[in-house]
């Protein structure tokens, strides 16, 4: 038979997946003989099981809940609905993880009509006594019974203004009688029945109301933004109340060990004299420093202090605490680990080393390995972004904070920016056309495309922040204004982006600069972090300045560089233009040999940029179509060029439509049919790396990638090409050079029939973005359309592009280094997709065995962290899965 | 070490794999004592070798080929280049599998400038010696060495005119020696040597060119057409040449031991006195029928049918011979079982059967299932076909032949059906308003869409022939007219279609009509076949008269109607609309209640046909941009009903608009978003199930498939709203019947994590069409740009999406399987993707152990065929992977 519930004495800090962390925390602090009120937990299991019945508490549950309730009453000697000691209780969520503010809370619970006057009588503070059932009243309408708060604030209103006072507090008791019967009777009314009197039905309805907050929407926000799942469940603390409200002896606060915000060794808080919870929140007072207390209640504050070091050292960790002072004597409602910025987190952890309180180990895995997102990027500032108004929001395409002027072309965009304005660049899509504009930018906006749409794969590249897909704008770029929130944006307007969040902000908010530069905690952690990390960390770059970037922050190589890229520069396009054009062999070779210098420049860049780290070159990947104006000028234009009608250009562009251009003629599918690019493609990358090898003495070792390889043959036609052109400029050059052909996996059957793919590829990198559209069958410009909904349902929990999908995605990735291992030991294998910079993803990477991980320079922090910690998980808890 | 060369005496019939089909036979042949000229077969395995070399023969291979020419030297008393008597040979191709005409031919090789006078001088017929070397000359050059035939043509025709003849056999042995001087010119010029001399050069060179002409573009066509594998190889044999041209007691012939058009028990053939092979087929003279011969070589003869009897009877099937008579003496050159037409087939093997040849399991393996298209669609008529003209070829959509007047709009073909004239219905694209057009039609031709198109789609349930994705075409709907083939054809000319190939002809071909009904060959066949077959054989149908169709085909059952196609008719089609511009879930209900009488009246039809056979019907599978209206007045239209404005409604069909709609917003994701479609649809179900049950006392079980399911919280969510509703429905008609609630088998995900689905899922019917083009990557209406160069490249052997890719597709179905039954053991298997009714994806259905097939009305007969030959192939071989 299953326990559903645990009185505080029978539980500990390690039944946290049980108890939830409040509930395991307070547990713990009741066997080290700290002062907590007593109580017990509802388990997570209840609330799975909870679900699991169609949203009913069984028997079984509610007896053993009352059970504890009367050991609860006999230890406080009081009892429940006590016309003259009423205990009352606060029944509170607690989760395995810490989701602050996302769940329920009511206080007081257990008052009614009659224990209101027994505990009026018994404190001798009628007023007290009221002032609490009106706010027990007030909260479980609203929380627990779904019943507005706003009719509650308006009645109380009216009776202030009917009084002539302006705060709660003077409120008599004789007023707070008038106000509990009108709060009645909005119950009754919304209700169709009376406020409940019997305590017990509503601690049930109460702990049924916490389930139930476990899927309100702000929960499911949070745990899809947390990776936490949602067949987890939520715990729920029932605990004797003791009251700061209580008079001037009386006194409710929250503290930190250490400061939150910047890591200092010092107690940080705060505390509100007669006061309850609500209060402080709810900011009517403003509390006062913690050290406060020192004066007003010295024993307290010292007992305080002693107490919450005993905490921080049994838990080493820097804790959150909440405490409540009743008449004199103090009580610990919760301790936790505490939320803290990246600055501080990095600050704490050095810092606890240096202490001898944690080992580089812990450390390491203390940090939020995403975090660090926060010391690479701008951010705003708190106290500016608590002032500001969200006007929109989209996908959240490339992280960091900007604020600046709208502009709506690239060229008005970078002559603001040469003038002096911090500007944001407002597209309706963007094109590579305007990549100096979008240089130019703090940010970028768009009303089109996704999280790989070409707005979003440059600005993660230049770490500059973007928000994308932002469908609810309406943009007129000729008359250079958009709608948005309501309000119209002209040229020279301010809008401030939050790429982190995916948020668009009116007017300009302040920005904090990124504080990676010189920050020797960064540098500790990551020195920490190598030490124990087992797989390379590689980089997705596509130009030098890039690649220099990476380099600076940790990559060991290139896993991706998208030589199409290097294709859209306004020297370059036509070239590319002509070749598609073109109306045969001979002039396809024509126009594409015109682009070997520009190739090989780039490549070699890259190369001097490198020195003797791997560098993956992925060939020609999207399809032609992209590369063709749309514009009648440009259309025109290109006509002239190529002596051809402009009808001619037009009917060659259509034919290049296709119904679904993500599952068409692109890859290595245009080089089965033009061969001729991969031939262009392999000369510039050998002819690169054989003149900088020369020039620098470097050992480069090319790596060419062929993407979307679905089959050996397709794969092996290409090779051959590649090999054959390779062997010729080998000759030409008289070099003896050696590199590598591998592929993108990101084709479904190729990782079906991975070990005859590796039976002719030297690595696999595991282009994930791709193969997630796959297996899933949807198109990732596309899930628009339903994806809230399926958020909503709950079918999905992540993001799939987000965080890799390790049942369905990560079946096939396994597999395939599995068959690709078995078909060619010692095979490389990698990630080049978005996936590769996102921790738990990482995670899945080590265990899978995989050689690397290559992200976006500004996430190389993150995988090197991610990937130590995976490395550290590995190594407590035997997950490695592979050889 | 391998043996690459075998003289005939060391092989047999069963070699046929290592000898090739008519190297095998000669082997048997010459140990059953009949006279053939002996030879030897260099091996399939040799040709492999060949090409794993990068086509080089190898020193082994050679020497041991001239091993076997020295004993044939021996055994024929002759000398390879002798100048008296000179032993010549011919060279010919001879795979696993007939490929009849696909590859290479070489007679007369041994003749040079020295033994043409040998020949000359031993024979007494210098005519005849240098007529066998110009021809062996044109030969070699054409076929070994790439000369164009058209040259030696031209010389050959510019002598004659000289001469003032008309006929060959008119030059003289003069005439001929200087044809052989200007021939061998002709070679020199082009190769810049001389004609080779030495017939040992000339024997390697044939013998390689036989192995390359493996993989000439023809043969790879075919091998694709007949799912013949490229790794096969072909082998060589090399055979004393003998004279059918040495005079009146000599002549060449081919003969089949039964008719091959009808099966008539009766020897049927042709021969030419006087000629070589290459005679009969030029056609120059006129052949005889081999009954003349029982005249001309009384003895001959007799011995011919002795023969022709003894190779019957050994094979047991009928024989498809050629042979020679030299100055009166009678050898067989080959033979091999005999093409046939379908007709032929069923009456030679039910004929074989009941002379107690071949056991009714031989007879139902006899028949190539496939073939029986021919007896279910109108045919050309192969004299009429043979005048033809093609004028386009693309894509073979849905089978049979068609001929009449084009017209380019559903309403004029409607008109001109009805006035009499046979139609073909040409369109862009067809859409569903075009159905009374489309079934007034004899065929169908579209400019644009592939297999799945909607044109695809429908003709093959109508059993109208069809042609789709002709790209080469420029159509003018609105001037109508179209061009093809340098032609214009305006509305009222004639064209001809060939939807089992895609072939578009000029003119008005005669068609042969469909010969099943009253077919008793047919009858016994399929009653033997359904005695041995093991799985179920359903349909795809979507209305009362195809399920009509299939049931007197055989279907057992309905595996897919597509509740799509109900939607598009005229009284519909405002309510679906309707239903996509509702601003809320209320009038989204009001329009789709409205549709509920429909739908519910479609399925009643279905249940009534089908009685108690099971009938799966797959909810709303296609994106809602299908149902939305593109022309302007259909949009002022619908903005009138509904009381938007134009621009309101034209902005609602744009926001439908989808970068890759096959991976979009479709499917189940339509029912997530509105559960309203999930409920409608369930409430015409099970309305019309138990209004059905109740009216006929049928006991029906519906069958709900989900279509699109990747994920099992996504098919759950979608499952209790229709276990919800159809519950509801129960109670309300105060039904106990019972239903399935399943899904569609067509992301990779869901197959992956098939035994998650299972324990939601009811059933699984695996939509390989939509799951080839995830596992592929490839959308299938946009394969068009590149797969021809796939096939060219040998990348692909043959179309995925008409024979399943085992490896990749067929590895995810087999795990979905497993994982499925494993779940749930005794779970519902089935498939009904297009593969439904191909003989070798069937087989690999019987294999994984799925319950049944469906597919369209007119594949049924074979997929009945093909199932059971599954059976007896695993009975045989073992090949039963399944428990």
Same mark, same amino acid.
């Given at each position: 038979m299953a326990k559903w519930v645990y009185e505080f004495e029978e539980g500990s800090a390690e039944m946290r997946n049980l108890l939830g962390g409040k509930g395991a925390n307070l547990a713990e602090m009741t066997n080290l003989g700290l002062p907590i009120p007593q109580g017990f937990t509802v388990t997570t299991e209840a609330c799975t099981n909870y679900y699991e019945q169609g949203k009913t508490v069984s028997k079984e549950m509610e007896d053993e809940i009352f059970k504890c309730l009367a050991s609860l009453e006999k230890k406080q000697g009081k009892s429940f609905g006590d016309t003259d000691n009423p205990l009352l209780v606060s029944v509170r969520s607690g989760s395995r993880a810490s989701m602050p503010g996302m769940m329920d809370t009511i206080l007081n619970l257990g008052l009614n009509d009659v224990s209101v006057e027994g505990m009026a009588a018994k404190s001798g503070n009628p007023r007290f006594a009221y002032d609490s059932y009106r706010r027990f009243i007030q909260m479980f309408s609203d929380v627990v019974m779904d019943v507005s708060k706003q009719l509650f604030e308006k009645v109380l209103e009216e009776i202030k203004e009917s009084k002539g006072i302006h705060y709660d507090y003077e409120l008599t008791a004789a007023d707070l009688q008038e106000v509990i019967k009108r709060y009645k009777q909005i119950y009754k009314d919304n209700k169709n029945d009376d406020f409940p009197q019997d305590p017990k039905v509503q601690l049930m309805e109460a702990i049924r109301a916490v389930f139930r907050s476990w899927n309100n929407e702000r929960a499911i926000i949070y745990r899809r933004m947390n990776d936490i799942p949602g067949d987890w469940g939520t715990a729920v603390n029932v605990q004797a109340m003791v009251f700061g409200n209580m008079g001037d002896t009386s006194g409710t606060g929250v503290a930190f060990t250490r400061n939150p915000s910047n890591g200092t060794n010092q107690i940080y808080g705060e505390y509100l004299a007669n006061a309850q919870g609500e209060d402080v929140v709810a900011g009517i007072r403003t509390p006062n420093p913690i050290t406060e207390m020192a004066k007003e209640w010295p024993e307290c504050y010292n007992k305080f202090i002693e107490i919450t070091q005993i905490l921080e050292k049994h838990y080493k960790d820097m804790q959150d605490m909440e405490f409540t002072v009743e008449d004199g004597k103090l009580y610990f409602l919760q301790t936790r680990a505490g939320k803290r910025t990246a600055s501080a987190a990095l600050q704490i952890a050095v810092d606890m080393v240096n202490e001898g309180m944690i080992t580089d180990k812990d450390a390491v895995l203390r940090i939020d390995a995403k975090s660090l997102d926060q010391l690479l990027h701008p951010t705003f500032d708190p106290k500016a972004l608590a002032a500001g108004t969200v006007i929109g929001a989209a996908l959240p395409a490339s992280p960091g904070a900007a604020a600046?002027?709208?502009?709506?072309?690239?060229?008005?965009?970078?002559?603001?920016?040469?003038?002096?304005?911090?500007?944001?660049?407002?597209?309706?899509?963007?094109?590579?056309?305007?990549?100096?504009?979008?240089?130019?930018?703090?940010?970028?906006?768009?009303?089109?495309?996704?999280?790989?749409?070409?707005?979003?794969?440059?600005?993660?590249?230049?770490?500059?922040?973007?928000?994308?897909?932002?469908?609810?704008?309406?943009?007129?770029?000729?008359?250079?204004?958009?709608?948005?929130?309501?309000?119209?944006?002209?040229?020279?307007?301010?809008?401030?982006?939050?790429?982190?969040?995916?948020?668009?902000?009116?007017?300009?908010?302040?920005?904090?600069?990124?504080?990676?530069?010189?920050?020797?905690?960064?540098?500790?952690?990551?020195?920490?972090?190598?030490?124990?990390?087992?797989?390379?960390?590689?980089?997705?770059?596509?130009?030098?300045?890039?690649?220099?970037?990476?380099?600076?922050?940790?990559?060991?190589?290139?896993?991706?560089?998208?030589?199409?890229?290097?294709?859209?520069?306004?020297?370059?396009?036509?070239?590319?233009?002509?070749?598609?054009?073109?109306?045969?062999?001979?002039?396809?070779?024509?126009?594409?040999?015109?682009?070997?210098?520009?190739?090989?420049?780039?490549?070699?860049?890259?190369?001097?940029?490198?020195?003797?780290?791997?560098?993956?070159?992925?060939?020609?990947?999207?399809?032609?179509?992209?590369?063709?104006?749309?514009?009648?000028?440009?259309?025109?234009?290109?006509?002239?060029?190529?002596?051809?009608?402009?009808?001619?250009?037009?009917?060659?562009?259509?034919?290049?439509?296709?119904?679904?251009?993500?599952?068409?003629?692109?890859?290595?599918?245009?080089?089965?049919?033009?061969?001729?690019?991969?031939?262009?493609?392999?000369?510039?990358?050998?002819?690169?790396?054989?003149?900088?090898?020369?020039?620098?003495?470097?050992?480069?070792?090319?790596?060419?990638?062929?993407?979307?390889?679905?089959?050996?043959?397709?794969?092996?036609?290409?090779?051959?090409?590649?090999?054959?052109?390779?062997?010729?400029?080998?000759?030409?050059?008289?070099?003896?050079?050696?590199?590598?052909?591998?592929?993108?996996?990101?084709?479904?059957?190729?990782?079906?029939?991975? +070990? #005859?793919?590796?039976?002719?590829?030297?690595?696999? *990198?595991?282009?994930?973005?791709? &193969?997630? $559209?796959?297996?899933? =069958? /949807?198109?990732?410009?596309?899930?628009?359309?339903?994806? +809230? #909904?399926?958020?909503?349902?709950?079918?999905?929990? *992540?993001?799939?592009?987000?965080? &890799?999908? $390790?049942?369905?995605? =990560? /079946?096939?990735?396994?597999?395939?280094?599995?068959?690709?291992?078995?078909?060619?030991?010692?095979?490389?294998?990698?990630?080049?997709?978005?996936?590769?910079?996102?921790?738990?993803?990482?995670? /899945?990477?080590?265990?899978?065995?995989?050689?690397?991980?290559?992200?976006?320079?500004?996430?190389?922090?993150?995988?090197?962290?991610?990937?130590?910690?995976?490395?550290?998980?590995?190594?407590?808890?035997?997950?490695?899965?592979?050889?």
């Open positions: 600046g002027k709208v502009y709506f072309t690239a060229a008005t965009a970078k002559a603001a920016a040469d003038a002096g304005n911090r500007v944001i660049l407002v597209r309706l899509e963007t094109s590579p056309e305007d990549i100096e504009g979008m240089h130019a930018a703090e940010g970028i906006l768009t009303v089109r495309g996704g999280m790989t749409s070409h707005a979003a794969v440059v600005a993660r590249g230049m770490g500059t922040a973007c928000v994308c897909g932002c469908g609810d704008i309406t943009i007129n770029e000729e008359e250079k204004f958009f709608k948005l929130g309501g309000k119209t944006y002209n040229e020279g307007d301010y809008i401030s982006l939050d790429g982190t969040a995916g948020k668009v902000y009116d007017g300009d908010i302040a920005t904090i600069d990124a504080t990676i530069d010189g920050n020797a905690n960064f540098s500790q952690i990551m020195k920490w972090a190598d030490k124990y990390r087992k797989i390379k960390v590689r980089t997705n770059a596509d130009a030098p300045d890039e690649a220099r970037k990476a380099l600076e922050f940790g990559a060991e190589g290139i896993g991706l560089t998208r030589t199409e890229h290097m294709f859209f520069e306004p020297d370059r396009i036509p070239r590319i233009r002509e070749m598609i054009l073109a109306p045969n062999v001979e002039m396809r070779e024509k126009a594409l040999n015109a682009l070997i210098p520009f190739q090989k420049g780039d490549f070699k860049g890259i190369y001097e940029v490198m020195g003797e780290f791997p560098v993956t070159i992925r060939f020609l990947d999207p399809p032609l179509h992209e590369f063709v104006p749309t514009d009648e000028d440009a259309i025109a234009s290109l006509a002239k060029d190529m002596g051809m009608t402009v009808q001619e250009v037009k009917d060659i562009c259509n034919s290049l439509h296709e119904f679904n251009p993500m599952m068409g003629h692109r890859g290595l599918r245009l080089m089965v049919t033009y061969p001729e690019i991969a031939k262009m493609q392999t000369r510039a990358v050998m002819e690169a790396a054989i003149e900088v090898k020369n020039e620098k003495g470097f050992n480069i070792v090319p790596e060419i990638m062929i993407p979307l390889t679905g089959e050996k043959k397709e794969f092996k036609f290409v090779k051959d090409i590649v090999v054959e052109t390779a062997e010729l400029v080998k000759k030409e050059k008289n070099s003896d050079i050696e590199y590598l052909v591998g592929t993108m996996m990101e084709i479904p059957r190729a990782c079906i029939l991975a +070990d #005859e793919v590796a039976e002719e590829a030297a690595f696999f *990198s595991f282009g994930t973005n791709d &193969l997630t $559209q796959m297996t899933f =069958g /949807f198109s990732r410009d596309d899930t628009g359309k339903f994806i +809230d #909904e399926y958020y909503k349902q709950q079918i999905y929990e *992540s993001d799939p592009f987000a965080r &890799l999908d $390790q049942s369905g995605v =990560g /079946f096939l990735v396994q597999m395939a280094c599995e068959k690709g291992r078995k078909a060619r030991p010692g095979i490389k294998l990698g990630i080049c997709g978005e996936h590769g910079g996102d921790p738990s993803s990482i995670e /899945f990477c080590y265990n899978a065995g995989l050689d690397y991980v290559s992200c976006s320079p500004f996430r190389v922090p993150i995988a090197r962290l991610a990937a130590a910690q995976a490395a550290l998980h590995a190594e407590e808890g035997g997950k490695v899965i592979h050889g």
